[in-house]
């Protein structure tokens, strides 16, 4: 589900990464709809006028091969609650930007990365993944439970898909393709660099969202593919020992902020009455 509302901070209370967590309330409690918001993901002002955004979230893959085609193929991101000692503001499954036709989420950047660990013993060395395949982290026009990927050649959408190739991946044999922790990958970067017929392309403008829109984690066979196949997983040894794999993702964005209201220009309106 979207979020309905989100935090404005300005840069000078700007001293973490901006979270994308939020959560939905039901307003009216009688009628049983989350038709409020309580929280929101955070974003800056950090240009007059516009609101940006990050959001940051993982998947965990605590699968063996023999489990990938069912757990691996699609991957639902989980965006972690910053409140760790509050139960009432759990974790959310499910990444989505929001944006509108008069207000829309401009994307600017897409990271995906597998997780590497401290040697604390928790996280598997990296994740495998069938001959061939890719790790792409982009847009689902489906739901969790039917994903629909988008190619990579739509306008601006290598700018909201960041794939990590088989060609980072190490040959395992039979067993496929392993990718080690560090391993990372980006959309490609919406900045124009040449003019003319070299400059305004499909993959150097920003993805505009003018409406609810799902970001998850796909095993591929290509970057154009709208389908999953194979499936992502870890080791046998990794599974027996209690770790997991995490494929951690970022995606940036920008939205113009709202219109000016009254509370812009009470302070500086005379005869005010309180009552």
Do not use: H
């Amino acid at each position: 589900m979207t979020y309905l509302s989100a935090k404005k901070i300005y840069p000078g209370n700007w001293s973490n990464a901006l979270n994308g967590w939020y959560k939905n309330i039901d307003a009216n409690p009688v009628d049983g709809t989350n038709d409020g918001s309580k929280g929101g993901p955070t974003s800056v002002l950090a240009t007059p006028g516009y609101r940006y955004f990050q959001q940051r979230g993982y998947v965990p893959v605590t699968w063996a091969s023999g489990s990938a085609t069912a757990s691996g193929t699609y991957m639902s991101v989980i965006v972690p609650s910053p409140y760790r000692q509050d139960d009432t503001r759990t974790d959310i499954t499910g990444m989505v930007i929001s944006g509108s036709t008069a207000q829309g989420a401009y994307v600017y950047r897409t990271a995906i990365s597998v997780a590497s660990g401290w040697g604390d013993g928790r996280v598997a060395s990296g994740v495998y993944a069938p001959s061939g395949q890719i790790i792409s982290f982009g847009r689902n026009t489906g739901t969790a439970t039917a994903a629909t990927g988008v190619a990579a050649s739509g306008v601006g959408e290598s700018v909201v898909q960041a794939n990590i190739l088989a060609a980072q991946g190490a040959s395992n044999g039979a067993a496929g393709i392993y990718f080690s922790g560090t391993v990372q990958a980006f959309g490609t970067d919406p900045i124009l660099t040449a003019t003319g017929a070299a400059g305004v392309t499909n993959t150097n403008v920003s993805f505009k969202a003018t409406a609810s829109t799902l970001l998850g984690v796909f095993a591929k066979g290509a970057v154009n593919d709208t389908s999953t196949s194979g499936g992502i997983y870890i080791s046998d040894a990794d599974v027996a020992a209690g770790r997991a794999g995490y494929l951690v993702v970022e995606v940036c964005y920008i939205r113009p902020d709202d219109a000016p209201g009254y509370e812009d220009i009470d302070a500086y309106l005379t005869g005010r009455t309180v009552s």
